[in-house]
């Protein structure tokens, strides 16, 4: 049998989605933990705690901001959930439209996820409202970009019929 005048639609690679999501966790990591507290002029463990407060709630942030393996788990494995959700996400919606959209569209989808997390995960963690800065914005920028762009090198096109 002939499929005739069937549209073909590009599916979703999930294998590079999932090593998008590894690669853009790494990055995200680094620049959260290590390159943010220099722009900020903050302890890196301020960072980590507060990350790592999502799953171990805001008792975790009590000076000092020294080393604490707890911490470090928790904030590098919070990092590592989002990270690759969202970049599920980005790679979900944008993967029919190739390598510059990726970018483009995975930095503007970054900057809604820092959007809808900082006005929605203030509400339920309010010691993360004073992240409301530019700094978190652009990391959230990075992010997306490099997310899309991450997926769009790593995914092998397969074009099916369309249902």
Same mark, same amino acid.
């Given at each position: 049998?002939?499929?005739?005048?069937?549209?073909?639609?590009?599916?979703?690679?999930?294998?590079?989605?999932?090593?998008?999501?590894?690669?853009?966790?790494? &990055?995200?990591?680094?620049?959260?933990?290590?390159?943010?507290?220099?722009?900020?002029?903050?302890?890196?463990?301020?960072?980590?705690?507060?990350?790592?407060? &999502?799953?171990?709630?805001?008792?975790?942030?009590?000076?000092?901001?020294?080393?604490?393996?707890?911490?470090?788990?928790?904030?590098?494995?919070?990092?590592?959930?989002?990270?690759?959700?969202?970049?599920?996400?980005?790679?979900?919606?944008?993967?029919?439209?190739?390598?510059?959209?990726?970018?483009?569209?995975?930095?503007?989808?970054?900057l809604s996820i820092y959007l809808i997390n900082f006005y929605s995960v203030s509400y339920f963690f309010p010691w993360f409202f004073p992240l409301g800065s530019w700094s978190f914005v652009l990391t959230h920028i990075i992010?997306?970009?490099?997310?899309?762009?991450?997926?769009?090198?790593?995914?092998?096109?397969?074009?099916?019929?369309?249902?």
């Amino acid at each position: 049998m002939k499929i005739k005048n069937k549209k073909l639609v590009q599916v979703m690679d999930w294998r590079a989605a999932f090593w998008a999501g590894i690669i853009n966790s790494v &990055v995200f990591a680094v620049i959260n933990f290590f390159v943010l507290p220099v722009i900020l002029y903050t302890n890196s463990w301020v960072i980590i705690r507060l990350y790592a407060s &999502v799953f171990l709630g805001e008792n975790i942030l009590a000076p000092p901001a020294t080393f604490d393996f707890q911490a470090l788990i928790f904030g590098i494995a919070s990092v590592f959930v989002f990270s690759m959700l969202f970049t599920m996400l980005i790679a979900f919606i944008l993967h029919r439209w190739g390598l510059l959209v990726g970018i483009l569209g995975g930095a503007v989808l970054g900057l809604s996820i820092y959007l809808i997390n900082f006005y929605s995960v203030s509400y339920f963690f309010p010691w993360f409202f004073p992240l409301g800065s530019w700094s978190f914005v652009l990391t959230h920028i990075i992010f997306g970009a490099v997310a899309g762009g991450i997926y769009e090198l790593l995914e092998v096109e397969k074009l099916v019929p369309e249902d």
